[in-house]
């Protein structure tokens, strides 16, 4: 089963400060709303571009979502 993207981003959780990996995946944990079972790029982008907090930014998804597509596709 193919993990969803939510918990691939949780693995960079307690990184420095300066991480920008680190510092997304601290707001995305901290939001509840977050589509946490959600695996597609396009509904993703859409709530990052739409909902999410700034500290969430949308070019550190793509990076993010680049390197869980290359693991697990």
Do not use: C, H, W
């Amino acid at each position: 089963m193919k993990r969803s993207f939510y918990q691939f981003v949780l693995s960079y959780r307690g990184g420095a400060k300066e991480d920008s990996f680190a510092v997304f995946a601290e707001y995305m944990f901290n939001d509840l709303s977050f589509p946490k079972d959600e695996t597609s790029f396009d509904t993703l982008s859409r709530y990052i571009e739409d909902k999410a907090d700034s500290n969430m930014p949308s070019v550190v998804f793509d990076e993010l979502y680049q390197l869980y597509e290359e693991r697990f596709n």
